[in-house]
Structure formats: structure tokens, C-alpha cells
């Protein structure tokens, strides 16, 4: 009987693929070839970090109508993410007052307010789950810092989403080695920054319009 090599069929059936985000960000994985989904772990590429170390059970491929991979997109899927979390919070409060009303047997209810600050009872229930809901409602809405997006990973400069000049001035007059940047290294960054900030949003659109396109075809062919 022929010897079958089944890791190089299954490496014949897979191929790296770099996949954007709903926010532009760029992730790498091994994907399918036949239905592109993930099959590796997915991992942040283009010298980016992730301050939130999404687990990759969050990162899903978004779909088209007939259930089939959208080709180079990938998704962080908050709404599983804050499920889980909000269940996990719940369970966190339940032991807090559990511990409170042990730990403390004559309170006011402003007292029973803070215990979930209280060092005390915070060492009895186990730290809080992180991140918190706040914190993902946050990165959801599109908080650059949280979604790694501040810091550009080539200059090491702060983008300047909404801010202004003077503000951009003085986030970025040092290096990342506190070396002080002359004035027209600073004003350098600025255009670079602002005509990346306006490529984003250029790009944004036309994937918006592609994507469209891909699902119009797809309604053609059913």
C-alpha cells in the first residue's frame, strides 16, 4: 500500500492569509482554502499590538448571506465577548456580597456600594474578570488606544485621531527613546499621520462598496 502523507494533503489544503478587521486592523492566520475560515491561531501582523489579547473564539470570519466566508475579512465578535464577561461579572458580584455579608454583618448601604473596591473582600471573591464590560463597550465604539490603534507602529508617533496640533505637538515630542524631535520632524509626522488617517477612511468606503458588490453578485447567483 502507497505510503499517504496527510500532513502535506492538509498543508495543500491551507494557505496564509492576511484578514482586516471592522476597524482596518490587519490579522494573520492560516486559513481553509475552500471556505477560508481560520484554522491557526490568529495574530495581530503589520507591527501592531493588541492591548486586549482577544481570544481567538472571538475572532470569526463575517458571513455572507449563504453562510459562505467573506474572502480577507475577519471580525471581533464584542457581542459573544461581553456575553460571556457580563455572565462571568455576575458570578464575580455574587461572590463579593457573599463575602461582604460574611465578612461584615452591620453595614449601610453605602458601604455596600464599595464593597466591590474593597481589598478585603476583593482577596475572599478573586480579582474581577478582565476586560471589564466598560472596557469592551469602549473598544466596540472604537477607542483607538484599546484597539491598539495610537501608537503608529512604523514612527512610533501618536495618530492624531481628534486631536489637534498642539495637542499632537506635545504627545509626540520625544522618540520612543526620549530623544526630543526637532519642529520639522514633528510637522513631518503630522502629515504622514493625517494622510494615513484620510487613506483609512477612503479605504473604509471602498470596502464597504466591495463588499456590497460581492453580496449583489452572490443574490445574482441564487
Given at each position: 500500500m502507497p505510503f499517504f502523507n496527510y500532513t502535506a494533503d492538509q498543508m495543500n489544503q491551507r494557505r496564509y492569509a492576511r484578514l482586516q478587521d471592522q476597524f482596518g486592523r490587519w490579522w494573520g492566520a492560516q486559513i481553509e482554502k475552500s471556505t477560508g475560515d481560520p484554522c491557526s491561531e490568529v495574530s495581530p501582523v503589520g507591527g501592531w499590538n493588541d492591548p486586549l489579547n482577544t481570544p481567538n473564539i472571538y475572532l470569526r470570519p463575517p458571513k455572507h448571506?449563504?453562510?459562505?466566508?467573506?474572502?480577507?475579512?475577519?471580525?471581533v465578535d464584542f457581542d459573544r465577548w461581553m456575553d460571556s464577561i457580563r455572565g462571568s461579572e455576575d458570578?464575580?458580584?455574587?461572590?463579593?456580597?457573599?463575602?461582604?455579608?460574611?465578612?461584615?454583618?452591620?453595614?449601610?448601604?453605602?458601604?455596600?456600594r464599595l464593597w466591590a473596591e474593597d481589598p478585603v473582600l476583593k482577596a475572599i471573591a478573586g480579582p474581577r474578570p478582565l476586560p471589564t464590560l466598560e472596557t469592551l463597550t469602549q473598544a466596540k465604539n472604537g477607542d483607538r488606544g484599546l484597539l491598539g490603534m495610537r501608537i503608529d507602529p512604523e514612527t512610533k508617533s501618536?495618530?492624531?485621531a481628534d486631536m489637534?496640533?498642539?495637542e499632537f505637538m506635545v504627545e509626540?515630542?520625544?522618540?520612543?527613546?526620549?530623544k526630543t524631535r526637532?519642529?520639522?520632524?514633528?510637522g513631518n509626522l503630522w502629515e504622514r499621520q493625517k494622510r494615513l488617517l484620510a487613506e483609512d477612511e477612503i479605504g473604509d468606503e471602498v470596502t464597504e462598496e466591495v463588499t456590497e458588490t460581492e453580496e449583489a453578485?452572490?443574490?445574482?447567483?441564487?
Open positions: 448571506d449563504d453562510g459562505t466566508s467573506i474572502s480577507g475579512r475577519i471580525e458570578d464575580w458580584n455574587q461572590s463579593i456580597q457573599v463575602a461582604g455579608k460574611e465578612t461584615y454583618k452591620i453595614t449601610t448601604v453605602e458601604e455596600r501618536v495618530i492624531p489637534t496640533y498642539k509626540n515630542r520625544r522618540d520612543e527613546f526620549g526637532t519642529m520639522v520632524e514633528i453578485k452572490v443574490g445574482a447567483s441564487d
